[in-house]
Structures are given as structure tokens and as C-alpha cells.
């Protein structure tokens, strides 16, 4: 029987036992059935044959399908093997590395976990101007745009004074008191100044925004011990434009929980290794929610000093074209249509004696198409924060054009 036969075998099953588990859920209407048909299907899981492997074998099996299937949409197969059971879900925890090691993501964890030290991750948004929607894409082939891996959402809600872009796990859900919120970008009243929150503790000691206060998620009350509020891990600012001079909107990002240290060899940047428990309610038949790698140090690094230096994101410095006449950035072949939209963001050494940046390009976005634009991204910011980011160049900004 051929890996992919099994695997196949292995869903089916999984796919069997989850229906039954559908239907048993459905005909209680007590607020823990939930609760007690997940119970009942990790039950059901424990006693297949799929979980009486041996452990060597078993092993050699998940490592071969971690290794084969290294693109969407056949890497769903190693979020199905990560969902049998618990000796299954143990093995692939130790097999699946981060984006930071392995350029991949697997599980929805990987969106808060920094991506790769080499190369980027390409992907794209899609704008939808009828209902105010963004949605984040990976790339599945080479091409600039195609049908691409879902996997982040966001929406715009305009208030009096001020702007946010709630952002979702889920692209039918997108409101705050969703399980599946994760954060969201903020802006003032003109537009150029923003914050990027965390719904989440980005590191170990982060302090929440304002008050404290539990919010709803569901019929369920988050739960004190790991509170979900507005955790600020970025501001963004865009430069005055008032001479009216021609060129791309200068950006200016402080990354308030990552030191600039970590651009640095030997650098680390805060990773994220599971979702609070409360957000795991919505999900029970998930419990690949809690993914970490036992290849990199999980260690999520203590709160920074008052006096570390923070990592400053800045435009990268476009050169002049003699042929045509005007600036001009290498995108190298991912941005196809002009815009003011269009950035490269590189870490700018403030240290130095000249604020010196560095050539290595962290963040790009740029216009491929009618509402359609590309997102690269790399270590150390994550897909969520880079997804933040790039939500703040579509506000229209007066001033700063």
C-alpha cells in the first residue's frame, strides 16, 4: 500500500468517525455536548487501528508524509495525521518545525509564529471594495496569484473616530467576539498613525492594552488566567507629504515586541507556540491548535527592557532609473502595476551614526491587479503581523500622497 493510500485510508476513517460525532452532538441540545462528543471522538480515535502502530513505525510513516507533502493543498494530509490521535498528534509536534526553520505553515499557530530566516513566504490579498473584506492567501504554484491556501481574514468597521481591521481565522466570521478573532489594526482619525493588537500574549510578561476585562467569546467567559484583550505589538506611522513631492508613501514601523537584536546573527524573535485554551472550546474536534516543534527553542523570551532598542521597520530608499526617468524599487517580478501602495520595508539601524538600513527586505507588498496584490514576508515578523501592516497602506491617506 502506498503512502498516499493510507493516508487516504486514515481520513476516510477520521472522516467516518467525525460524522457520527456530528450527528450525536446535534441531537443534545445541552451547552457541554460539544464538549462530551469530542470527548467521545478522541475515544473513538484511541481504539482504531491507526493507533495501535508501532512507535518506530509509525514515526518512519508521519516523516515521510511531513516530507512529501510540502505545498498546499497536500499538506492538509499532515494536518489530518496530526488529527487521528494523541500518539499521532505527539509525533507530528516533534516533526512539523516552525515557518522559521522550515518556510512552511502548517498549522494556524504558524500565523503568529515568525516566518523564514531563508527566503520568504509569498503570498497575496484580495480586496473586496463591496463589503470592505481582505483576505490573505498563500501561493501554491509560481504564478503571482492563483486559487492559493486560505489564511487570514480582516474587515474594515469605520467609527466616528477612529478605524479598525478586525482579523479573523475564519472568513465567515469576522467579528471580535468570534473565538477565531486573533487581532486586529487600529488607526486614528486621519489615517496616518496605526497599532497593530494581539489578541493573544505575543511573549511571556506582555501587558495588555487598557483594562483587563474578559472579554465574550461565545456562551463562553475567557478565562482569567490567559486574558484575551489588545496587546500592542506594532505602531505605524506615514510621513507628512505636504510639498506634494512624487514617489511611495514613507512608512515608518516600530515592532514593540521584537528587539532589533533579532535581525542580528544569533537573534531571536518572540514565537508563539499554541493559542490560549479558551480559544480551543470552538474547536474541539482541532486539537492540532496547540502546535509547537521540538526542533527550535519554544521559549518565548521574557518581556524587552525599557532601555533595549525596539526593531524599527523603514521604507527601503528607491534608486533612480535613467531610462525611465523616475524611482523605482526591484520587486523582482511580484509587482506588476504602479501604485503609492507599493513598499519595501527593511530594518533601519537606528543606532548607527546615520540610521544605516539594511539591504535584506522583510516585508513587501505591492499591486499586481484590480484589487489584487502580493504580500512577501519573512523572519522575523509573522504572517499576521505583515497581514496588519500591509491593511494600513489601503486606508487613503490626504496628507501623505
Known amino acids: 500500500m502506498s503512502f498516499r493510500s493510507l493516508i487516504q485510508d486514515v481520513r476516510d476513517e477520521f472522516g467516518s468517525i467525525s460524522r457520527h460525532g456530528l450527528r450525536s452532538s446535534r441531537s443534545h441540545r445541552a451547552v457541554a455536548a460539544p464538549r462530551?462528543?469530542?470527548?467521545g471522538l478522541a475515544d473513538a480515535l484511541e481504539g482504531t487501528c491507526w493507533a495501535q502502530l508501532p512507535p518506530e513505525l509509525l514515526r518512519e510513516v508521519l516523516v515521510r508524509v511531513e516530507?512529501?507533502?510540502?505545498?498546499?493543498?497536500?499538506?492538509r494530509d499532515v494536518v489530518a495525521c496530526a488529527g487521528v490521535c494523541r500518539a499521532w498528534r505527539g509525533i507530528m509536534?516533534?516533526?512539523?518545525?516552525?515557518?522559521?526553520?522550515?518556510?512552511?505553515?502548517?498549522?494556524?499557530?504558524?500565523?503568529?509564529?515568525?516566518g523564514p530566516k531563508e527566503g520568504t513566504l509569498k503570498c497575496f490579498i484580495r480586496r473586496n471594495r463591496t463589503t470592505q473584506?481582505?483576505?490573505?492567501?498563500?501561493?501554491?504554484?509560481?504564478a503571482l496569484a492563483d486559487d492559493g491556501k486560505f489564511l487570514l481574514a480582516a474587515r474594515k468597521c469605520r467609527k466616528p473616530t477612529y478605524t479598525d481591521y478586525l482579523i479573523s481565522l475564519d472568513m465567515g466570521?469576522?467579528?471580535?467576539?468570534?473565538?477565531?478573532?486573533?487581532?486586529?489594526?487600529?488607526s486614528n482619525f486621519l489615517g496616518t498613525k496605526f497599532t497593530v493588537y494581539d489578541a493573544h500574549p505575543p511573549y511571556d510578561g506582555a501587558v495588555v492594552s487598557k483594562s483587563r476585562s474578559a472579554r465574550m467569546v461565545g456562551l463562553n467567559q475567557v478565562s482569567p488566567r490567559v486574558p484575551s484583550g489588545n496587546y500592542p505589538v506594532s505602531q505605524i506611522s506615514f510621513e507628512l507629504n505636504v510639498l506634494g513631492s512624487r514617489?511611495?508613501?514613507?512608512?515608518?514601523?516600530v515592532m514593540s515586541s521584537i528587539l532589533a537584536s533579532a535581525v542580528e546573527e544569533g537573534g531571536k524573535a518572540p514565537t508563539q507556540t499554541e493559542f490560549p485554551l479558551n480559544n480551543l472550546d470552538s474547536f474541539p474536534s482541532i486539537p492540532f491548535f496547540r502546535s509547537k516543534s521540538a526542533h527550535m527553542d519554544s521559549t518565548a523570551p521574557q518581556?524587552?527592557?525599557?532601555?533595549?532598542?525596539?526593531?524599527?521597520?523603514?521604507?527601503?530608499s528607491p534608486r533612480w532609473h535613467e531610462q525611465l526617468q523616475c524611482w523605482c524599487l526591484n520587486f523582482r517580478g511580484r509587482v506588476t502595476v504602479a501604485s503609492v501602495k507599493n513598499f519595501q520595508?527593511?530594518?533601519?539601524?537606528?543606532t548607527g551614526p546615520a540610521g544605516q538600513e539594511q539591504d535584506k527586505v522583510i516585508l513587501q507588498f505591492g499591486k499586481i491587479g484590480k484589487d489584487l496584490f502580493t504580500m512577501d514576508y519573512r523572519y522575523p515578523i509573522s504572517a499576521f503581523q505583515a497581514f496588519a501592516i500591509c491593511l494600513s497602506s489601503f486606508d487613503t491617506k490626504i496628507a501623505c500622497e
Open 303 to 316: 518581556i524587552p527592557a525599557q532601555n533595549e532598542e525596539k526593531l524599527v521597520l523603514k521604507n527601503k
Open 247 to 253: 514617489g511611495p508613501r514613507r512608512m515608518n514601523c
Open 67 to 75: 516530507v512529501d507533502d510540502t505545498l498546499w493543498p497536500s499538506r
Open 36 to 39: 462530551a462528543s469530542a470527548a
Open 93 to 114: 509536534k516533534e516533526v512539523v518545525r516552525v515557518p522559521e526553520a522550515s518556510g512552511k505553515l502548517t498549522f494556524p499557530i504558524s500565523l503568529k509564529q515568525p
Open 173 to 186: 466570521d469576522m467579528s471580535k467576539g468570534s473565538s477565531t478573532y486573533i487581532g486586529k489594526l487600529r
Open 133 to 142: 473584506t481582505y483576505y490573505l492567501y498563500i501561493g501554491i504554484t509560481q
Open 345 to 350: 520595508l527593511v530594518a533601519s539601524d537606528e
